[in-house]
């Protein structure tokens, strides 16, 4: 039996400011449910992003354009507001602190 992929999301737009190599008015995030992140990769490789741009942190996610997030809708991702993009970071803290347990790491 094949393995679900896992779902992909981008949350809402925002005002970020041009900071540092960042030349872009608006940006958000690309990310998924907990787990491998193979399939995010894969799914930022689709509309043209590097894997080397994974921010990984508590929620592991890419920084995306305005365009980026057009295509990555058009592909399949969802469009998730604030309380969905909160409760997903939430998962991946849980998932991680299970994954340093299992490894016998004291969180």
């Not at 690309?30 to 508590?58: T, V």
């Amino acid at each position: 039996m094949a393995e679900k992929a896992m779902t992909i999301y981008v949350d809402d737009l925002r005002s970020v400011g041009q900071t540092g190599k960042w030349r872009y008015w608006q940006a958000c995030h690309l990310f998924s449910d907990p787990g491998s992140l193979d399939d995010l990769h894969d799914f930022a490789r689709s509309i043209g992003l590097q894997p080397s741009w994974l921010h990984d942190a508590i929620m592991p996610h890419y920084d995306i354009t305005e365009n980026k997030r057009a295509a990555a809708i058009s592909r399949g991702a969802i469009a998730v507001g604030r309380r969905r993009t909160v409760e997903v970071k939430r998962a991946w803290r849980a998932y991680r602190i299970e994954q340093l347990k299992a490894k016998g790491i004291e969180v």
